[in-house]
């Protein structure tokens, strides 16, 4: 069982949005802005979307946002495309004594 | 081009022991933080190990503390994984991975393979 609850799967056509949620505790979402996003295509390496809860490292297309509310974060996709297609992971810096960060166990995004 | 690519993987019965390796390039290695990730398969993210850019400072998840020893070689630009008294849920692919500096994992290798089964 994963530290952080995220939703299993997702979908969408393509153009439109969906937002995934990854919620934690006040251990480590709720604690500060330390909240990244991971794509994962099959079959491949993860990959950096978002850190410090909304922002995109440079070649990050401006349709993925974050956001963080108490111990919630979440990732909206908008303007599906199907290249967006993949696993997603939240993660996020604990002060949990067993470990320094924690992941989601992963949404599985489907473009319809 | 940076890349960050792993090897040592492998089979290995339980007990076991195992070295990876995750050769790194196209940055400057000793100035980042690196960490070790797993993904059992089928399974989610799990972070394992993380090490200072001068080898000076080092942790480890819960999971694998006192069988795992994470160490670096900055001279020959590469990471290490040490893995002792392997069990059946150590079995995962293993990803070599840059710290952001801003509490994220920036850039990952393509993981290698550790199958731990008698």
């Known amino acids: 069982q994963s530290a952080l609850t995220q939703p299993p799967s997702v979908s969408g056509s393509p153009g439109q949005s969906v937002t995934i949620s990854c919620t934690g505790t006040r251990s480590d979402i709720g604690s500060s802005n330390r909240v990244s996003w991971y794509h994962q295509p099959p079959g491949t390496a993860p990959k950096l979307m978002l850190y410090e809860v909304a922002n995109r490292p440079s070649g990050v297309p401006a349709r993925f946002s974050g956001s963080r509310s108490g111990n919630t974060a979440s990732l909206t996709i908008s303007g599906l495309q199907a290249e967006d297609e993949g696993d997603y992971y939240c993660s996020s810096y604990t002060e949990s004594s067993t470990s320094l960060w924690v992941f989601g166990g992963g949404t599985t995004l489907t473009v319809l | 081009e940076m890349q960050l690519v792993e090897s040592g993987g492998g089979l290995v019965q339980p007990g076991g022991s195992l070295r990876l390796s995750c050769a790194a390039s196209?940055?400057?290695?000793?100035?980042?933080?690196m960490h070790w990730v797993r993904q059992a398969p089928g399974k989610g993210l799990v972070w394992v190990s993380r090490?200072?850019?001068?080898?000076?400072?080092?942790r480890y998840a819960d999971s694998v503390k006192g069988r795992f020893t994470i160490s670096r070689d900055n001279a020959k630009n590469t990471l290490y994984l040490h893995m002792n008294s392997l069990r059946a849920e150590d079995t995962a692919v293993y990803f070599c991975?840059?710290?952001?500096?801003?509490?994220?994992?920036?850039?990952w290798g393509q993981g290698t393979l550790v199958t731990v089964s008698s």
């Open positions: 196209g940055f400057s290695f000793s100035s980042y933080w």
């Open positions: 991975v840059r710290d952001g500096d801003a509490y994220n994992f920036d850039f």
């Open positions: 090490i200072k850019g001068d080898g000076s400072d080092t």
